[in-house]
């Protein structure tokens, strides 16, 4: 489960790690397993997520905690098939910015 974030230039952690439901160490998890995560870092250390990253932490969430994959298996399947995973996710992400939408218009009703 994902929660939108606000349009930014740059994420905290523990924005990121709110967004998606998750403790931050596996943020910082994921970003030594997976090469597509790349943060920023300041000169305290902190690490700066871009819009990019927030994507890849979609289709890593979507791989890993949604369809079950192992992180080898996720790992393997990003290295195949890239541009369709990535295309599949915004698809993903649309239809559930829909169904929202749509289910707010039913309670209203």
Do not use: C
Request: proline content about 3%; hydrophobic content about 40%; aromatic content about 12%.
């Amino acid at each position: 489960m994902y929660v939108e974030l606000p349009e930014k230039r740059y994420y905290k952690i523990g924005e990121v790690a709110k967004a998606f439901h998750v403790n931050t160490s596996l943020i910082r998890f994921w970003e030594k397993e997976f090469d597509i995560i790349k943060p920023k870092k300041n000169a305290k250390g902190n690490r700066l997520f871009t819009q990019d990253d927030i994507k890849n932490f979609q289709l890593i969430f979507n791989l890993v905690k949604e369809r079950g994959f192992t992180l080898e298996g996720a790992k393997q399947k990003l290295k195949k098939n890239p541009d369709i995973l990535f295309d599949n996710q915004e698809i993903i992400t649309r239809l559930e910015g829909v169904k929202a939408e749509l289910i707010k218009i039913k309670n209203q009703l």
